[in-house]
């Protein structure tokens, strides 16, 4: 007799910060294959911030989570049964099956990775979404040119690592801005970030920028959006690019998001500033994922994951982005690999 | 014994809102030609918001006025003299001498306009820094493909006029927003705007915006900042463009300009907002003031002068602005023509 299958869904739309009320476990059976069909068990699954987006009834980019289904995301997962040509027993696969124990998906919900290129949980970080937010966001809005000076908010999470390594790669002089002394560390000596500023504590944070910054800001990788941006924008370089990626500040705020206006500063900067999502860069994917790949391979790209255990303990993992707790990207293991091939 | 020149000259900084304080009256011999000079009599002066900003001592994209000095800006004046080979008596002249009624030119400072092709006081407005800051803003930022939806801010002023007549001629669906019912009519029943919205009397912008734009809104050319914008905001399309190029809004503020903060409205609309000003695309004015003289010819593009009479008048004209009461492009008429050809 096969196990049931454990799934986390949406118990409320949560208003301000989300909870553990905000999550019910339930069970189910696990339905019996059809033709073309895969089941298989989820190994890691993706704890991101732009999920707290889809948790409210609200237009956006993604459409909304439905209260009582599962909370979507990157996952990845071992088949264990399949009735499709295309998949065998112990084949790693990645999908958007979310919070859930097992699934059976139809071929084309899931894809093959390799693990032999490097370990699996990296396709849902530095070589997965996370990864190309990165890489297309800087490159591609960004444009970071040899000599110039790019600051990155969020700097030690997932997106903002690999960010800074990507405009070092390009020849920038990289400033993170982070909010604990660890994180600090990390970017300097780890990630090798020209310099670094924990936004906690700097007295002055527009004057800490600025003095990180002695030719001002060229780029501006913005992950955060509120008073850390707001010091950043006073600081900018004439023709200035802002890719705008998240605004964690702002996503469990209950008023609204309330600050400087950014037009005066954007018209007397000639500064561009662009809202985007990994989608929007979707035909490029591939080209992307083997350019990371290589820098990956080649040494030049280091990532640093937080691994919580067990999937119990996902909802307060995804809690504990808004706490600023992790560095690099943040999964929770669910399983352990069965069919080691 | 030739006549004084009489000057406007920025008698200190204004703090919130200009006054007849801010400017003093001067009058001072005018210097002897030397070699490839030109003595020339004003005819026009331009008055143009942007000068604003020009009188704070802040850093921009341009100099900041000096205080006792006079105050520079757009102006057309006719030769009365000259020791150049390349301007004689009566030739029509365009430079950036700004509030006086002579200058003694240099060569390079000044350049001929022919008043054969339309009236010249046209080289201040449509056909000149406003016209290009129109076309350059909104076909080069804002990007309008046919059927898309254009609203345009400062919609019947000098520089929206034209964004809105130029997004007509490329097929766009045309919104703009003023400040009176006379501008409206100016609008809708003179320039074809499709719909126009009176910021001051509607009830909730916001969805007097959404009513105007039941498509959405794809590119907002934004020449005012503040609340107008916040509304327009709330009604963006994916991938939307905003040109801004002006904050009037916020010009005369004492205080920090604060509102919503943008950054989770661009990244749900994957949108686009860039300052800019007409100097970033000086290497293109050729290719458009030819096409705005094209257009100009063909019928295609109306223009509305405000033009005061009288030297005395700058100051009062200009505080004008703030108080929204031109319509179209705002000049003062210094003198008359001497040397009709």
Redesign the interface.
Known sequence: MKEKNRQIVLANRPKGMPDKETFHFVEQDIKELEEGEVLHRTLYVSVDPYMR?RMQDA???IEPFQVGKVIEGGSIGEVIESKSEKFQQGDIVIGMFGWQTYYVAKEKEIRKIDPSLAPISTHLGILGMTGLTAYFGLLDIGKPKEGETVVVSGAAGAVGSVVGQIAKIKGARVVGIAGSEDKISFLKDQLQFDEAVNYKTAADLKEAIGQACPNGVDVYF?NV??KV?DAVLANLN?YARIP????IS?YNLES??????????????????????VG?FSNQFQEGAMQLGKWLQEGNLKYRETIHDGFENIPSAFLDLFKGNNTGKLLVKVADRQYEK
């Open positions: 987006g237009e956006s980019y913005d959006g509120g941006s004439r705008v990626c998240g605004a702002a609204v998001d309330v600050g400087p206006r950014v037009q005066t500063t954007l018209i007397k900067k000639s500064a561009l500033m662009q809202g985007f999502t929007d």
